[in-house]
């Protein structure tokens, strides 16, 4: 059964680059029936998705914040990353990784998130 | 906003059949996905492709889309259910989310 579970820095300052890293158990990076996403929750508010990942490492983003964001994959240790730069305190959140498998046919394209990492809290504050 | 439209929070007595909705212009063209979150808890996925059930997710939860309209539908509904519900989409190499509804079993 896959596992993934967020970690990083909880607190980053205003104007600096958040990372965090999502490590993936019970299963491999190296699987062409999934992607692998970032999903993050402001305090209160609802889910907002931030990419995702193939495991030939081609990306998609969210267009809100694409020009600040980087995922990458590290197949050695079964990782994979986040990096949002320049940050606000808008972009406190609890970030979660998640897996994000897709499928498609005559009807279109579909893609849901199965399982959820448990979320970290990244607070932006000086 | 959220690219997605949900409605303001529902209640629902136990037992009884809790609807929410999920709106968007041709929605009934995509494949919608329904998860729940509990408090201090991360998302689950209840619903995908719009009308399956992933394992281990009881039956009485059900999926349906029609025109601009998706609907989450918990049959015989149990306190347990009581969370957070966002419905999700993809649309032009885009993830939306609805922004939550809330559901109170009273």
């Known amino acids: 059964q896959v596992q993934l579970q967020e970690s990083g820095p909880g607190l980053v300052k205003p104007s600096e680059t958040l990372s965090l890293t999502c490590n993936v158990s019970?299963?491999?990076?190296?699987?062409?029936?999934?992607?692998w996403g970032w999903i993050r929750q402001p305090p209160g508010e609802g889910l907002e998705w931030i990419g995702s990942?193939?495991?030939?490492?081609?990306?998609y983003y969210n267009p809100s914040l694409k020009s600040r964001v980087t995922i990458s994959l590290d197949m050695s240790k079964n990782q994979f990353s986040l990096k949002l730069r320049s940050v606000t305190a808008a972009d406190t959140a609890v970030y979660y990784c998640?897996?994000?498998?897709?499928?498609?046919?005559?009807?279109?394209?579909?893609?849901?998130?199965?399982?959820w990492g448990q979320g970290t809290l990244v607070t932006v504050s000086s | 906003s959220y690219d997605l439209t949900q409605p303001p929070p529902v209640s629902v007595s136990p037992g009884q059949t809790a609807s929410i909705t999920c709106s968007r212009n041709k929605l009934g063209d995509k494949y919608v996905s329904w998860y729940q979150q509990k408090p201090g808890q991360s998302p689950v996925l209840v619903i995908y492709q719009n009308t399956k059930r992933p394992s281990g997710i009881p039956e009485r939860f059900s999926g349906s889309i029609s025109g601009n309209t998706a609907t989450l539908t918990i049959s015989g509904t149990q306190a347990m259910d009581e969370a957070d519900y966002y419905c999700?989409?993809?649309?032009?190499?885009?993830?939306?989310f609805g922004g939550g509804t809330k559901l109170t079993v009273l």
């Open positions: 999700q989409a993809w649309d032009t190499s885009t993830v939306l």
């Open positions: 998640a897996r994000d498998a897709y499928y498609y046919d005559s009807s279109g394209y579909s893609c849901w998130f199965d399982p």
């Open positions: 019970g299963g491999s990076l190296n699987n062409s029936y999934f992607y």
């Open positions: 990942i193939y495991y030939r490492g081609s990306t």
